[in-house]
């Protein structure tokens, strides 16, 4: 059984007070004398959501420990942290205003939606933009970006999202799928649950503008599979969590839980979504929907907030995650049929998997052998060096508990 770290604990009753008051109780906690709060700090500030902490703890915190140099550096953080949000809301503003002008159908998705219903939306900070278009309304969108002065980012890992950024102020995200790397296995799911069609709209208010985007049960539905696409490999964080919660208190009583479980069980992910909705609910102080959660194991629950949060704020955690990114993904895919072929595979990968560092290999198939002798030998040159480096014998062991994690809650 995992044991989560006492400031973990602390952490999660400071988020719970600070969203259950609606941000007003700042008031000293109980636990005050007995926590860490400069680690509690920097537990949420890997986590995004140093900003509620902040604001909890300002006029205490340095009674109880906190040095004055950092709640300063916090504080200045946030204020520059606020200015660039302004900055890059009234960006996206003007671009939904030309979106319009141009005739752009468009929703839009998860950030600025989501802020809107956190007591105060600076303290979620974004400064980028999902748009999802209809193929038939893509090319005309991106006319509408270069026009205001934005750059194309070329990604060749997903045909279904391009990015244009400008620079300093917004980056926009233009998706043609809603659930990109997860859309062609779970296609049918997307249309049983009718999150393309049109009856999946409504109209809401952001930044002062109407726009258009997802339903409440469809728009829940697709922030849980984003998530779980993220999980699935590079991980998510506290403030994932905090996202479902307020919208689900937002939201309650519009929602229709049989719609959106049985949405979520033809993703094969209901399981992996009913322990989010019950650490927001136990954690969080989200809704009671205790009705949903049948078989829930505590173990599990403490596994996954130890992944989300802990391995987040952890640097050795980061660079186990990006070191078992695409093991994962490939398992999750199918791409390889045993966890045994993967490991295979990371350890002696393809011609395909060489060819951005070891170009050679790629113009010489023959010369894959030498590439593989290559990387063994950059990677004793970064250990040399004294760089933090995952082993092959610790990516093994690492993938192998992402995988455990995964077949507990059932998306494997």
């Given at each position: ?28 906690p109980d636990f005050a004398s007995e926590a860490d709060f400069k680690e509690i ?327 894959l052998p030498a590439a593989w002798i290559h990387r063994a030998f950059y990677y ?33």
């Amino acid at each position: 059984m995992i044991t989560l770290n006492l400031n973990t604990t602390y952490l999660l009753r400071l988020i719970k007070q600070y969203l259950e008051s609606g941000g007003k109780d700042c008031s000293v906690p109980d636990f005050a004398s007995e926590a860490d709060f400069k680690e509690i700090l920097r537990i949420a500030a890997h986590n995004n959501c140093d900003s509620f902490i902040y604001h909890t703890i300002w006029r205490w915190g340095a009674e109880y420990g906190v040095d004055a140099s950092v709640m300063h550096a916090y504080k200045s953080r946030m204020l520059l942290s606020a200015a660039s949000q302004l900055r890059a809301d009234a960006e996206l503003k003007e671009v939904i205003t030309d979106l319009c002008s141009a005739g752009v159908r468009y929703l839009l998705l998860k950030g600025v939606i989501l802020s809107s219903l956190y007591p105060d939306p600076a303290y979620r900070r974004s400064i980028d933009a999902d748009i999802h278009v209809s193929d038939e309304y893509a090319d005309l969108a991106a006319e509408v970006f270069i026009a205001r002065g934005y750059e194309y980012i070329p990604n060749d890992h997903n045909k279904y999202v391009k990015t244009y950024r400008q620079n300093g102020i917004l980056s926009i995200e233009l998706h043609t799928r809603l659930f990109e790397h997860f859309y062609e296995k779970n296609r049918a799911a997307i249309v049983s649950s009718e999150l393309e069609s049109h009856s999946s709209r409504r109209e809401v208010k952001v930044l002062d503008t109407i726009v258009e985007t997802l339903s409440p049960n469809h728009f829940l539905i697709y922030v849980i599979c984003h998530h779980t696409k993220h999980f699935i490999t590079s991980g998510i964080n506290l403030r994932h969590l905090i996202d479902i919660c307020v919208y689900v208190n937002k939201y309650h009583e519009q929602l229709n839980w049989e719609f959106i479980t049985s949405a979520l069980e033809r993703f094969c992910i209901k399981d992996f979504a009913l322990y989010l909705l019950y650490i927001c609910k136990q954690y969080l102080g989200m809704v009671d929907i205790s009705f949903l959660f049948q078989d829930i194991s505590e173990e599990t629950v403490a596994m996954l907030i130890h992944d989300i949060i802990e391995r987040t704020a952890n640097i050795d955690g980061a660079i186990a995650r990006a070191s078992t990114y695409n093991i994962v993904r490939d398992i999750y895919y199918g791409k390889k049929k045993s966890i045994t072929n993967v490991m295979k595979s990371s350890i002696f990968p393809n011609t395909k998997a060489l060819s951005t560092k070891y170009s050679y290999a790629k113009k010489h198939p023959i010369l894959l052998p030498a590439a593989w002798i290559h990387r063994a030998f950059y990677y004793i040159w970064r250990k040399v060096k004294g760089h933090r480096m995952i082993s092959p014998a610790e990516r093994t062991k690492l993938t192998k508990e992402k995988v455990e994690l995964l077949k507990r809650v059932k998306i494997l």
